[in-house]
């Protein structure tokens, strides 16, 4: 992932088609990120092996469920995501799992001391051509109801005096 370049993902069903003939799918946006400032020498990278890439995509399997594999604090590296995409495995026509690694990098503020009040870290998953248009176009109009305008106590009666 190159957070300079704004890339996103599309993660398509090749098997079903929308009306203009495209496949439907969903769009990926990652949101704020960092890159992991430890060396990739230090203990815990080696166990967390999935913080070297932030996105991931393997097939779907029952037993593979913790990127960093079952049991990272008895590991010493190379379990979960690391071991199982190096044979590579196909993802097309199957059920994947998409991972996502995000992580923060918290550079002090005066604001933040003594408690930092918050953080903000995900991502979106929209959908990516599902309708033919927008789904709020075919709505009926809100129905004008009379009686609800503020009451205003003066000769004029204006709602912005």
Not at 30 to 42: E, H, K, Q, T
Not at 130 to 151: I, Q, R
Request: hydrophobic content about 35%; overall charge negative; charged content about 20%.
């Amino acid at each position: 992932m190159k957070l300079e370049t704004a890339r996103t993902w599309r993660i398509i069903n090749p098997s079903v088609t929308n009306a203009v003939g495209e496949p439907v799918g969903y769009k990926f946006l990652p949101g704020d990120n960092s890159f992991p400032l430890a060396s990739p020498n230090a203990w815990w990278r080696k166990r967390a092996g999935f913080v070297n890439h932030h996105v991931w995509v393997t097939p779907y399997r029952e037993d593979e469920r913790y990127a960093a594999g079952d049991y990272p604090n008895q590991s010493s590296g190379g379990d979960g995501l690391s071991k199982w995409t190096e044979t590579d495995r196909p993802v097309v026509d199957t059920d994947i799992v998409f991972w996502y690694t995000f992580g923060h990098t918290h550079i002090p503020r005066p604001e933040d001391y003594p408690v930092m009040p918050t953080a903000y870290i995900g991502f979106l998953l929209k959908p990516n051509g599902f309708f033919e248009m927008n789904p709020a176009n075919d709505l009926p109009p809100s129905a004008l109801k009379k009686g609800n305008l503020p009451v205003v106590e003066d000769k004029f009666h204006s709602c912005c005096g």
